[in-house]
């Protein structure tokens, strides 16, 4: 590791230990960056040095539109009111509380450019859950919309940040507006090291309790230069547009470290759900789209209620995406979707395919500069077509801050992502399910995503999770948590259609033995099924 420009160590000093990191690899030439880095000076001051002062960077919610230059502007200010008034010291942990703004942005880039280390959350998180990131990566400052600060008020004494400063993200001037007033727009970049840490990204809580993930400045950038660079080929004219929290490293990547990288701008929206999307995409013509499954199946049977034709590449990730959903998409609207996994271990998709690449079906290959394959128990490679753990590594990787299941993710210095896939003999991977939706029930192995895309391809279905439940017979049956479509009513007819429907579509022994159905599925704010919570209530 480089020489720290961190006063404070928390970060390095609670890194795993070595000896328990995955294997690093930076195969491709672009991936090789200078021992000294700051990311932020490569987001947006490279623009401003290379005479792009004036290129739209950000364009917010309202239509206000910042160049490159008002970007530096803000993040310079924000940067010396972090230094200056608030004694923020290279190290030193940031929470950061907003929707998708511009000023999340700015606060977002200041943090980074002043040495800092950004750990930002989801909005809509309540005081116990913010108490446990406070608590865990010891923030010591916060910058807050005045909007969401009630939260913040009815912390826990003990882990209420020691400075914290509000903003409000549109027009009205709060207290760190009124503080950047005060101070130059000038401030020059920390002289971070490469692998300083400047992000703990909390993993989203699909599985219970969230685990913060270590990233470094170089690491903002090898995504770029992997997955956006190599699949999604971005030019500067493109718009983005993404329906993930900044929170969600999917969103960070999508909405904002894409488009900066090759000079592009990004949308920002506070408001993201499908009908804000569809609304905006007619309003503001992105190119390219971010959001997950669920949201391209809402908008597939509305494309006649907004004009969404300047989208030429849509991007699916969150979740596995259904070959029913791809293929609807595609008679619909002529454009293949970009499927992808990614984590917030690894910080963003490192196994996709574009264009031509695509085979429906099939999440992908590996992304340039990325290394996969598929793993029994023991770590033995497995053959084309057997199904096995999907193991990854690449120029990013999981370093959990202080948590012991670093030695489970991390195995033979290849990450192990938790899911199952199989992978054919032209490298093409295939998802199976998480390792943990894996039902055995009889002695067979049943994967719940292929039970829910099964459901899927029924009319009543809007949507569904299928998980296993305890059976003193069998060990497991089949679990479906069906959401219905409008028009139709929970009966037993109905579930014994569902489940002849399933019978038909896959093997047999696949069909969901019970059936509930429910109003809403759980989710994380990401838009992420919390099977772990089904799984409680198929306990239960």
């Given at each position: 590791?480089?020489?720290?420009?961190?006063?404070?160590?928390?970060?390095?000093?609670?890194l795993p230990p070595r000896s328990q990191w995955p294997e690093m690899i930076f195969t491709l030439p672009e991936l090789h960056y200078p021992e000294r880095?700051?990311?932020?000076?490569?987001?947006?001051?490279?623009?401003?040095?290379?005479?792009?002062?004036?290129?739209?960077?950000?364009?917010?919610?309202?239509?206000?539109?910042?160049?490159?230059?008002?970007?530096?502007?803000?993040?310079?200010?924000?940067?010396?009111?972090?230094?200056?008034?608030?004694?923020?010291?290279?190290?030193?942990?940031?929470?950061?509380?907003?929707?998708?703004?511009?000023?999340?942005?700015?606060?977002?880039?200041?943090?980074?450019?002043?040495?800092?280390?950004?750990?930002?959350?989801?909005?809509?998180?309540?005081?116990?859950?913010?108490?446990?990131?406070i608590t865990k990566a010891q923030i010591s400052h916060a910058l807050c919309d005045q909007r969401l600060v009630a939260e913040m008020d009815i912390l826990?004494?003990?882990?209420?940040?020691?400075?914290?400063?509000?903003?409000?993200?549109?027009?009205?001037?709060?207290?760190?507006?009124?503080?950047?007033?005060?101070?130059?727009?000038?401030?020059?970049?920390?002289?971070?090291?490469?692998?300083?840490?400047?992000?703990?990204?909390?993993?989203?809580?699909?599985?219970?309790?969230?685990?913060g993930t270590m990233h470094f400045h170089r690491d903002m950038l090898a995504i770029c230069d992997t997955f956006s660079r190599h699949v999604l080929k971005?030019?500067?004219?493109?718009?983005?547009?993404?329906?993930?929290?900044?929170?969600?490293?999917?969103?960070?990547?999508?909405?904002?470290?894409?488009?900066?990288?090759?000079?592009?701008?990004?949308?920002?929206?506070?408001?993201?759900?499908?009908?804000?999307?569809?609304?905006?995409?007619?309003?503001?013509?992105?190119?390219?789209?971010?959001?997950?499954?669920?949201?391209?199946?809402?908008?597939?049977?509305?494309?006649?209620?907004?004009?969404?034709?300047?989208?030429?590449?849509?991007?699916?990730?969150?979740?596995?995406?259904?070959?029913?959903?791809?293929?609807?998409?595609?008679?619909?609207?002529?454009?293949?979707?970009?499927?992808?996994?990614?984590?917030?271990?690894?910080?963003?998709?490192?196994?996709?395919?574009?264009?031509?690449?695509?085979?429906?079906?099939?999440?992908?290959?590996?992304?340039?500069?990325?290394?996969?394959?598929?793993?029994?128990?023991?770590?033995?490679?497995?053959?084309?077509?057997?199904?096995?753990?999907?193991?990854?590594?690449?120029?990013?990787?999981?370093?959990?801050?202080?948590?012991?299941?670093?030695?489970?993710?991390?195995?033979?210095?290849?990450?192990?992502?938790?899911?199952?896939?199989?992978?054919?003999?032209?490298?093409?991977?295939?998802?199976?399910?998480?390792?943990?939706?894996?039902?055995?029930?009889?002695?067979?192995?049943?994967?719940?995503?292929?039970?829910?895309?099964?459901?899927?391809?029924?009319?009543?279905?809007?949507?569904?999770?299928?998980?296993?439940?305890?059976?003193?017979?069998?060990?497991?049956?089949?679990?479906?948590?069906?959401?219905?479509?409008?028009?139709?009513?929970?009966?037993?007819?109905?579930?014994?259609?569902?489940?002849?429907?399933?019978?038909?579509?896959?093997?047999?022994?696949?069909?969901?033995?019970?059936?509930?159905?429910?109003?809403?599925?759980?989710?994380?704010?990401?838009?992420?099924?919390?099977?772990?919570?089904?799984?409680?209530?198929?306990?239960?």
């Open positions: 590791m480089q020489h720290s420009a961190h006063q404070d160590s928390f970060a390095r000093d609670n880095l700051n990311c932020a000076d490569h987001f947006i001051d490279r623009h401003l040095r290379q005479g792009l002062s004036d290129v739209t960077a950000i364009i917010g919610p309202d239509g206000a539109t910042w160049s490159y230059a008002d970007l530096a502007s803000h993040v310079n200010r924000i940067c010396n009111v972090l230094v200056g008034r608030l004694g923020l010291v290279p190290g030193n942990r940031v929470l950061l509380r907003a929707a998708n703004t511009p000023m999340m942005v700015a606060c977002y880039f200041a943090v980074l450019k002043a040495g800092g280390v950004v750990v930002a959350s989801m909005p809509l998180l309540r005081a116990k859950e913010l108490s446990f990131m826990p004494q003990d882990s209420r940040p020691a400075h914290r400063l509000t903003f409000h993200s549109l027009s009205e001037p709060a207290e760190l507006e009124a503080s950047m007033a005060e101070v130059p727009d000038v401030f020059t970049a920390c002289d971070t090291a490469q692998d300083d840490v400047c992000l703990i990204g909390f993993t989203s809580g699909t599985t219970g309790v969230p685990k971005p030019t500067a004219t493109d718009l983005f547009l993404g329906s993930a929290p900044l929170a969600f490293t999917f969103g960070l990547g999508g909405s904002v470290l894409f488009p900066f990288h090759v000079g592009a701008a990004g949308l920002v929206l506070e408001r993201t759900s499908p009908p804000d999307l569809m609304a905006a995409i007619a309003q503001f013509r992105p190119s390219i789209l971010f959001t997950a499954p669920t949201t391209y199946r809402f908008m597939l049977a509305r494309l006649g209620e907004a004009d969404l034709s300047s989208l030429c590449k849509c991007v699916s990730a969150g979740e596995a995406l259904p070959k029913a959903t791809s293929d609807a998409w595609f008679e619909a609207t002529g454009m293949r979707l970009i499927d992808g996994i990614g984590g917030t271990e690894m910080l963003h998709i490192f196994i996709s395919a574009a264009g031509d690449d695509i085979r429906p079906g099939a999440t992908g290959r590996a992304v340039p500069g990325f290394e996969a394959k598929v793993v029994d128990e023991d770590g033995n490679t497995l053959p084309s077509g057997v199904l096995g753990r999907l193991a990854v590594r690449g120029p990013t990787g999981c370093r959990y801050l202080a948590d012991d299941r670093q030695a489970k993710f991390v195995q033979g210095g290849w990450n192990l992502t938790g899911d199952t896939y199989t992978m054919d003999e032209d490298g093409y991977f295939w998802y199976g399910a998480r390792s943990d939706d894996m039902i055995v029930s009889s002695g067979y192995n049943i994967a719940g995503p292929e039970v829910e895309a099964a459901l899927l391809q029924h009319e009543a279905v809007l949507e569904c999770g299928v998980v296993g439940a305890p059976d003193a017979e069998r060990g497991h049956v089949v679990r479906a948590y069906v959401v219905l479509r409008p028009g139709f009513s929970p009966s037993a007819e109905l579930t014994a259609y569902l489940q002849k429907h399933v019978r038909d579509s896959v093997a047999p022994y696949k069909y969901p033995r019970q059936i509930e159905y429910l109003q809403i599925l759980p989710r994380t704010e990401t838009g992420k099924v919390q099977r772990f919570k089904l799984r409680e209530m198929a306990a239960g």
